[in-house]
């Protein structure tokens, strides 16, 4: 949904109005939402099928890496037994969704490394995505997916719980109704316990109103800030590239390169696969 700023100005019953369009579908509402710890174990606890106790929880996190590209999280959560969950919720299909969510984990893992976590104690890691579409397309609203190894029936422990959610199949489980909830978000529907008490607080009180407008103000600004940020990042890896470039053309060893200009190999590959 596109909003702009002069929408964000007026009464309360304009407020209101404009606020009553979102859905829990909607990235920056869900976000909000999400913000309630009580509304996030809900839906948590729904769809894992098991009580979740939250310790931390983020929205709209943002995850930079300055040799490649930023990620931003709709929900990023750790439980009580420090199991992790990223929440990404998506109403357009397009793209990838499958790698989309393989690039949020590494992206995920790349953070919890630089706090020193050595890699047999990285966390149990849910990517949990749920969408407006039937991403695999087989008729079900809800997928769980695993690795094997070829030919048998071994799990790979990889420490990764792929599960895919969506709105478009109703086959009338308590889950489905959630999902449902989800794709309406009606501010008059209480059947969902503290996930509907966040939303009606968002959608009618007025202290949540004001909130919601300016989180969707402040969301706005954000993108144009990381479209400033990601702009200036892809500058300066453009200049090790091309700085690598020239000391490749004086002769110089590709192992030595990369080393004065501080960029690692995969990176570099990565550009040079993208540019062939």
């Known amino acids: 949904m596109v909003i702009k700023h ?3 100005i007026g009464t309360y019953e304009q407020k209101r109005a404009l606020v009553s369009q979102f859905n829990l579908m909607d990235d920056t509402f869900f976000s909000v939402v999400m913000r309630d710890k009580a509304a996030c174990e809900y839906l948590l606890s729904t769809l894992m099928g098991k009580s979740v106790s939250i310790i931390e929880h983020k929205t ?10 930023s990620v931003v999280l709709d929900a990023l959560v750790e439980d009580s037994e420090h199991n992790l969950y990223n929440v990404e919720v998506q109403k357009e299909d397009e793209g990838n969704h499958e790698r989309r969510m393989r690039y949020n984990q590494t992206a995920v893992d790349w953070s919890y490394l630089e706090k020193g976590v050595n890699y047999n104690k990285l966390p149990e890691l849910y990517l949990i995505f749920i969408s407006e ?29 792929r599960l895919y959610f969506n709105t478009a199949v109703d086959d009338g489980s308590d889950l489905s109704k959630l999902l449902q909830y989800m794709a309406d978000s009606s501010a008059d529907n209480s059947g969902f316990g503290a996930l509907s008490q966040a939303v009606k607080h968002h959608k009618i009180v007025n202290e949540g109103v004001d ?15 990381e479209g400033k940020l990601e702009g200036k990042l892809e500058g300066k890896l453009e200049g090790k590239l091309e700085d690598i470039k020239n000391m490749l053309n004086d002769g110089l060893p590709l ?21 062939q």
């Open 6 to 8: 002069e929408d964000l």
């Open 60 to 69: 709209q996190y943002s995850i930079r890496n300055i040799e490649s590209h």
């Open 133 to 161: 579409f039937d991403t695999f397309k087989l008729g079900r609203n809800n997928y769980s997916l695993s690795l094997y190894i070829d030919g048998t029936n071994t799990k790979c422990d990889d420490g990764i719980h």
């Open 211 to 225: 909130s919601m407008c300016k989180a969707v103000e402040e969301y706005a600004n954000s993108r144009k800030l």
């Open 255 to 275: 192992e030595k390169a990369l080393k004065y200009t501080g960029l690692d190999e995969a990176t570099y590959k990565e550009h040079c696969q993208r540019m």
